[in-house]
């Protein structure tokens, strides 16, 4: 079922313009009368990444059930991923429920006819609601802008105003180009400025906050709209589900562990994950020295964690509880330890085991690769390892402990090394040549008829070669 009262943005702006002072925000009093409050069927089950306690989750729902977005095909919203100007034409286009026949003609060279946004962006250029850039293109993979978005909405309201001859924003000037828009903006209370007073016009939209503003508007133009009931949401593939209870589902740090031989920490990533489904695990194990772990958000951690939010993953950074030389490769009792971490994961969570997702770095990867696949495989069932700078098997002809059919048929194994990571070029960490060892290992497990690939990147070594597990993993994900 849709609003349909929604759909008229032309007199849904021209109303919010008759509203608005720009002293203030637009008082409740001067908005339309609530309708009763109602209970509304929806299509659609919630995104994976946006359970029901979520930040944002009630504009998100709205947006949904309402056909204005339709997330990722993974079923994920991505709310902390930063929206982008053709997302968020392609939002603006929605929410109006104009129609408009965009034709063939081209009006900015970044967007052609094959873009999926290029109606929406055709309706905006065709409205006068947004010129593009100097250069002639539109920016539509740049991440849309506070000061931007305030812009595209002001000239979609159709109303002149005259803004403050004082700014009421330290960091806007009254002859700032977002100035009028900004206040304007500020005044419908749509959006809030920060704490210190500031607007921050160049700061990056994230697509939950973009959901807010349409939300805000939406509410105070034709009153919030109704509850909606949400379908439980189907399995797409065979599950393997453990079944687990009992863990809080939060983003939380050094959470200890102990198998009851060693003892040591992890970082959890799960405050996006909705409890009431089988979500899949991502393990990133780190390289020699641990720097992952203890300095997460300067390592590819954040990356791995935007993967998981969007894939409906959660994610667990372990540190290797072999402290006296702080690598996870060098002991099976490491192994073993981050083995029986997945498992006791799986006793508090409601885990997938046939998504269930090894990364490492470096020594990490050559643990996945050491240890995990070789040794200790016969806890999950299905996924994907993504294998960073390393990755050997060393003088073995098969594994030491069987891996299953069903995982041999199920597991993917990717190889991603830097061309200039060996000692002969000079970019290798000490003596470990890391081409070398991903050879081996992707050469082993190719052996044994699993599905592997490898990639070597010219021009890049150790170091620079790490945001391209994320980026492989990106792809891995996409094609399931």
């Given at each position: 079922m849709l609003i349909t009262h929604r759909r008229r943005i032309a007199g849904v702006m021209a109303l919010l313009a008759i509203t608005i002072t720009l002293a203030g925000p637009v008082s409740a009093s001067t908005a339309p009368a609530a309708d009763a409050a109602t209970t509304t069927a929806c299509a659609t089950p919630?995104?994976?990444?946006?359970?029901?306690?979520?930040?944002?989750?009630?504009?998100?729902?709205?947006?949904?059930?309402?056909?204005?977005?339709?997330?990722?095909?993974?079923?994920?919203?991505?709310?902390?991923?930063?929206?982008?100007?053709?997302?968020?034409?392609?939002?603006?286009?929605?929410?109006?429920?104009?129609?408009?026949?965009a034709g063939t003609r081209i009006d900015f060279t970044d967007v052609p006819a094959s873009r999926s946004a290029f109606t929406a962006v055709s309706w905006m250029q065709a409205k006068g609601y947004s010129t593009g850039y100097a250069n002639g293109?539109?920016?539509?993979?740049?991440?849309?802008?506070?000061?931007?978005?305030?812009?595209?909405?002001?000239?979609?309201?159709?109303?002149?105003?005259?803004?403050?001859?004082?700014?009421?924003?330290?960091?806007?000037?009254?002859?700032?180009?977002?100035?009028?828009?900004?206040?304007?903006?500020?005044?419908?209370?749509?959006?809030?400025?920060?704490?210190?007073?500031?607007?921050?016009?160049?700061?990056?939209?994230?697509?939950?906050?973009?959901?807010?503003?349409?939300?805000?508007?939406?509410?105070?133009?034709?009153?919030?709209?109704?509850?909606?009931t949400v379908p439980v949401r189907q399995a797409s593939g065979p599950v393997n589900a453990t079944g687990g209870t009992g863990g809080a589902y939060r983003d939380a740090q050094a959470v200890p562990f102990s198998n009851g031989t060693t003892s040591s920490q992890y970082h959890l990533y799960a405050g996006h994950l909705n409890a009431s489904t089988p979500h899949g695990i991502m393990i990133h194990l780190h390289g020699d020295g641990g720097f992952e772990y203890r300095q997460p958000q300067w390592s590819t951690v954040p990356a791995y964690e935007k993967l998981a939010e969007q894939h409906g993953l959660m994610l667990v950074v372990p540190s290797t509880p072999d402290r006296a030389t702080d690598t996870w490769w060098r002991k099976d009792t490491s192994g073993q330890y981050a083995a029986d971490l997945l498992k006791d994961l799986g006793r508090k969570y409601n885990l997938d085991l046939n998504q269930v997702y090894w990364t490492g770095y470096s020594g990490g990867a050559d643990t996945v690769a050491r240890h995990m696949m070789n040794s200790h495989s016969a806890g999950w069932t299905g996924g994907a390892a993504v294998l960073v700078a390393g990755g050997g098997i060393y003088g073995q002809q098969a594994p030491l402990r069987p891996i299953s059919s069903t995982l041999m048929r199920n597991y993917e194994m990717h190889w991603v090394v830097g061309a200039d990571d060996t000692p002969s070029r000079g970019g290798a960490s000490g003596d470990f040549d890391a081409v070398h060892a991903a050879r081996l290992g992707a050469a082993f497990y190719s052996g044994l008829g699993m599905d592997t690939s490898l990639t070597i990147k010219p021009g890049l070594d150790h170091w620079e070669i790490a945001p391209s597990g994320p980026a492989r993993l990106a792809e891995v994900l996409a094609s399931r």
């Open positions: 919630d995104f994976t990444d946006v359970p029901n306690r979520a930040s944002f989750y009630e504009p998100i729902t709205w947006l949904r059930c309402e056909q204005i977005s339709t997330g990722y095909s993974n079923g994920s919203y991505a709310p902390h991923q930063q929206i982008t100007r053709g997302e968020t034409a392609q939002l603006l286009y929605r929410f109006s429920g104009e129609a408009h026949s293109t539109f920016g539509i993979d740049r991440p849309i802008t506070r000061g931007e978005l305030s812009a595209f909405l002001y000239r979609m309201s159709g109303q002149g105003v005259t803004a403050p001859t004082t700014s009421p924003f330290p960091d806007l000037s009254t002859r700032d180009h977002f100035y009028t828009p900004a206040t304007w903006f500020h005044a419908t209370g749509m959006v809030s400025g920060y704490a210190d007073g500031t607007f921050r016009p160049h700061r990056a939209v994230t697509r939950g906050e973009s959901a807010q503003f349409l939300y805000a508007l939406e509410t105070r133009v034709n009153g919030t709209p109704p509850t909606y």
